[in-house]
């Protein structure tokens, strides 16, 4: 990557810095610098709390379309690289897994059902990356998915069955990508080419899917893209070389690559509940969108 834009990247918050050194310089720096930031400090406080945290969920006020809550705090901490055990959360996972079921799957608070795969992998997809990927719970869940996959190979959370006049949801899809994407022996699984093209054609196409189109909203830099936008929908793809060789994924690259200005990017759309992180204003370029690009951009060239 341009050497003008790395050092600007680790130049920004410890937590920041962290993240590039161990994703993109493959470094294992100190993490003991991160979790004495003040903005992690009460990121973390918030996780943990009753009103908007783990705890919360069960009280039906936490859900997956909020911003500032367990969700989306934990797959933020995630996307930087900390684990379970760094944060000592080991307690707040267990409270995640009750709400499993011992078929594999999960009804949560406040209408999460336990075929609405879509919602629950954005928190078992963060629990994997901080240290839980080979839990027999996530392996459980995981097996449940692929077994309960649509008949054009992708997941549609309100539809059990292989009735060929329902297409599979593009929410569903990248989310549950998301978390098989963490997996050696998913990113080059054929078996998951129909969910992967379909996130594809979505984007060919532009039509409207169960609720989720390719417009303005979509292709806006956003972070965390809680409802379906084009940065998370290429970090994901990004995981999988198939998708990667596609001239749709270049062309959603080629879009991103032009947004940016000598190599950084600006969030386009934003949510103040994260006025401590530089995705959440628009007036300067956001360190943390353009590690994300590069991120995206580092998958593909070792993708080859």
């Given at each position: ?25 493959s ?57 379970v ?14 709400y499993?079921?011992?078929?594999g ?15 629950s ?17 996530v ?9 309960s ?7 549609y ?17 990248m ?18 080419n ?101 991120r ?9």
């Open positions: 990557m341009n050497k003008e834009v790395l050092d600007w990247l680790l130049a920004g918050p410890v937590w920041l810095r962290y993240a590039v050194e161990r994703q993109l310089l470094k294992q720096p100190d993490v003991a610098p991160v979790l004495q930031d003040g903005s992690i400090q009460s990121l973390l406080s918030r996780l943990k709390g009753s009103d908007a945290g783990i705890p919360a969920i069960k009280t039906g006020r936490v859900h997956y379309t909020e911003t500032g809550k367990a969700y989306w705090d934990l797959y933020f901490l995630a996307d930087v690289g900390l684990s055990k760094d944060m000592g959360l080991e307690n707040e996972a267990e409270q995640i897994f009750r499993q079921s011992a078929d799957s999960f009804t949560m608070p406040p209408n999460v059902q336990d075929n609405y795969f879509c919602m992998a954005i928190l078992v997809s963060s629990l994997a990356k901080m240290g839980y990927r080979d839990d027999p719970r392996e459980r869940y995981i097996r449940l998915a692929l077994n996959r649509s008949h054009d190979g992708g997941w959370c309100h539809y059990f069955g292989y009735d060929p006049n329902v297409v599979s949801c593009p929410m569903d899809n989310n549950i990508l998301m978390l098989l994407g963490q997996y050696d022996k998913f990113r080059e699984n054929p078996q998951l129909g969910a992967i093209d379909l996130l594809l054609e979505h984007w060919r196409t532009r039509e409207h899917w169960h609720g989720f189109g390719v417009g303005r909203r979509f292709m806006s830099l956003q972070y965390p893209a809680v409802k379906y936008g084009i940065l998370r929908v290429l970090d994901v793809l990004s995981m999988y070389p198939y998708a990667v060789e596609s001239a749709s994924f270049q062309s959603m690259l080629a879009l991103v690559h032009r947004k940016g200005q000598q190599g950084r990017y600006f969030a386009e759309m934003t949510d103040m509940v994260y006025t401590d992180f530089d995705f959440a204003q628009t007036s300067e370029p956001s360190r943390w969108l353009t590690f994300l690009v590069n995206i951009d580092k998958r593909v060239e070792e993708s080859g």
